[in-house]
């Protein structure tokens, strides 16, 4: 493998690492606070994609102006699907919740297909964030610099909302301790509303700039970057923000190096990401940075 | 009449009567309703099995259409001609012992439920570990796993171009009958000391740890049980249908079992059966919202994807507003048929005079 090839698969690793990262952050802090696979999540980027395309292709409007209504919408439909789907269930079984989620997905998912076409559109890519950059022989696109810039700037954003506001105080103690937050003057739901706030606008962010790396969307096109951010959550550490960063970082990483590294087992992709889950989950269950949590009877 | 003797005419009754109503709909019923009916049996399977996990031994696994997979092309592999497998495996040819095998339906059924239990085995082995949302996120990556496995063995399993000239089976005996014989095995295990031990964990873990129940021995014993079913649901799914490819085994499938199940009542294997009836009748009936229609001379055009929609939203209604289902965690029984039609419950001893 040559120099260039190296920097370049790093450069699509980081890129891959960082859109992961992003998305990951959303599970993570739902998972913290209600102990739930949001699995919606997912599909929230999709939602996000397609509101910017028809933003930008049917209502022309500038893209930076799409972006933010896709971001604001994809946050409004996140908070409302706690609202209606999780809030109501929050004393039931966990495998209700989880079913709710699943069926939550599937609506969305299926919706997509209904409202829009299962066929696959093209994204475009304005050309004021999106242009070819030369050094030597090297040539990437500007996203290769400008995806993991976004992705380092949102994560101090949230890691100092997380750890220095007054709503990322609540939010850590909801995590720790539902009821006793809740005793303690926390405003429980306005807390977990909070966090479907932060969680789906990352995802809306990811979701974008995911079509604007791999400018085709389709209403399924959430499914398997959805499950592989939960992987890297798990694998840094479920309920943990810089965990999930690793988790995202080490994935995406990963599956560049192994397709460069052994283009035969190209086909094998995306049982990467399930093979390492096992392998965490089996070897170190808590993740890299996750605590130890013990049951309490 | 003693109310024992009552039930076991009643039972007879019941098997007479299914057995009629078979013969009846394999003399007079047409193609597509004999293969509407078929489906409904494969799917009663599927849902009676994925029960076990879930309703009665409170696993959340999403892995059942890995396991229906691996069951649907062993049971392929096994009956397909020598003559066709040289044709349809034209990429690359199927490696030597598998080439040559022909074997008869029956057996080769059996034997993909039971790989697929084998399989459920090692799977369950490391995963069983695991609980609730993770076990799920675990289950549903194998499942995933092994459907990228089979695209990609491509001198084994043809890869995505899948299998065709499946040996067909039309008749409503079989599939009825093994879903039947799916619902006795299960029913009796359920109310065996097993079974307790099942519903032991699914209720409380810990106690039941403390109780002296081996945790992990009973999970694992219900999820491979849960395989080997799902496994002969998928033969039968490739003998129905006379077709298999990787995308077939999508999470579509396990969706709609968890649908079939939540439908039915997590923890009732009668809410399975009549689930699984009725959400494959009304996956077919309901087949008219995606043609175009003609509505009061309004030309409405077909929409596809409305029915899963449609089952999306059933789903999140059940699970929201009536969470029990049809039957919650009861079963079918005659006490609750003759209680209802006035058949005096024999009296305790000593106290009434009775038959």
């Known amino acids: 493998m040559t120099g260039e090839i190296f920097l370049q698969n790093l450069a699509n690793g980081i890129s891959l690492g960082s859109l992961y990262a992003l998305i990951a952050i959303g599970y993570t802090m739902v998972y913290g606070i209600l102990r739930l696979i949001n699995f919606a999540h997912a599909d929230l980027l999709m939602v996000a994609a397609y509101v910017a395309f028809y933003g930008i292709l049917v209502f022309t409007l500038p893209w930076w102006l799409s972006f933010l209504i896709a ?63 030369n050094i030597g022989d090297i040539s990437f696109l500007s996203l290769t610099i400008i995806i993991p810039l976004i992705t380092v700037i949102l994560l101090v954003a949230v890691t100092y909302m997380v750890n220095k506001t007054k709503i990322g105080t609540a939010m850590r103690a909801v995590s720790r301790d539902f009821e006793t937050a809740s005793l303690m003057a926390v405003d429980v739901n306005k807390v977990v509303s909070a966090t479907f706030v932060v969680g789906s606008s990352l995802a809306a962010v990811g979701g974008i700039m995911w079509s604007l790396q791999y400018p085709q969307i389709d209403p399924l096109m959430g499914v398997f970057p959805g499950l592989k951010c939960f992987i890297a959550a798990v694998m840094g550490g479920i309920g943990s923000i810089p965990g999930a960063m690793l988790g995202g970082f080490i994935l995406g990483m990963g599956e560049v190096f192994l397709v460069a590294f052994m283009p035969e087992l190209s086909g094998y992709r995306d049982a990467f990401a399930f093979v390492i889950l096992i392998f965490i989950l089996l070897f170190k269950p808590t993740g890299i940075l996750g605590e130890n949590v013990v049951e309490k009877v | 009449m003693d109310r024992q003797k009552i039930k076991t005419f009643l039972t007879l009754g019941l098997v007479l009567l299914s057995c009629l109503v078979l013969f009846w709909g394999e003399q007079y019923l047409g193609k597509f309703s004999t293969r509407v009916l078929n489906l409904a049996a494969i799917f ?40 066709s497998k040289e044709m349809i495996y034209f990429m ?65 399993t043809n890869g995505s171009l899948g299998l065709k000239n499946i040996p067909p089976i039309k008749s409503l005996w079989v599939y009825w009958g093994f879903a039947i014989a799916t619902i006795w095995i299960l029913k009796q295990l359920i109310n065996s000391s097993w079974g307790y031990a099942f519903k032991a ?93 003609n509505l009061f001379g309004l030309q409405i055009p077909g929409i596809p994807g409305m029915r899963m929609v449609i089952f999306a939203l059933l789903l999140l209604v059940v699970i929201l507003f009536y969470r029990q289902g049809l039957m919650g965690t009861r079963e079918f029984n005659w006490d609750w048929v003759l209680d209802k039609v006035g058949v005096g419950r024999r009296k305790e001893k000593g106290v009434g005079v009775d038959g």
């Open chain 2, 44 to 83: 009663v399977i599927l849902g009676a099995s994925m029960n076990l996990v879930l309703g009665f031994t409170g696993m959340f696994s999403l892995g059942h259409a890995g396991f229906m997979c691996v069951g649907a092309y062993v049971s392929a592999i096994l009956t397909m001609s020598p003559e």
């Open chain 2, 201 to 293: 964990i699914r209720d409380n873990e810990i106690a039941a740890e403390a109780m002296g129940i081996d945790i992990f021995k009973h999970k694992l014993m219900s999820f491979t049980i849960g395989a080997f079913f799902a496994g002969l649901a998928g033969a039968l799914m490739g003998h129905l249908i006379t077709s298999v490819d990787p995308t077939m085994f999508r999470f579509l499938f396990t969706f709609q079992i968890l649908l079939i199940i939540v439908l039915g009542g997590l923890g009732s294997l009668t809410g399975s059966v009549i689930a699984g009836v009725l959400v494959t009748v009304m996956m077919e009936v309901l087949r008219f919202v995606e043609q175009p229609m």
């Open chain 2, 92 to 156: 690359e040819p199927i490696i030597s012992p598998l080439d040559k095998i022909h074997w008869p339906v029956f057996p080769a059924i059996l034997t993909a439920g039971l790989v697929a239990a084998f399989f459920g085995f090692l799977i369950g082995f490391p995963a069983l570990r695991l609980r609730d949302d993770y076990l799920a996120i675990a289950t549903l990556g194998f499942g995933e796993i092994i459907r990228i496995i089979v695209t990609n063995t491509i001198s084994i």
């Open chain 1, 71 to 133: 971001i604001v919408v994809t946050a409004i439909l996140g908070v409302s699907i706690e609202k209606v789907a999780y809030r109501p269930l929050r004393d039931a079984p966990r495998i209700s919740v989880l079913i709710s989620a699943i069926g939550v997905s599937f609506l969305l998912e299926n919706l997509g297909i209904v409202a829009i076409g299962a066929r696959p559109k093209s994204f475009p890519r304005p050309e004021d964030i999106v242009w070819n950059i």
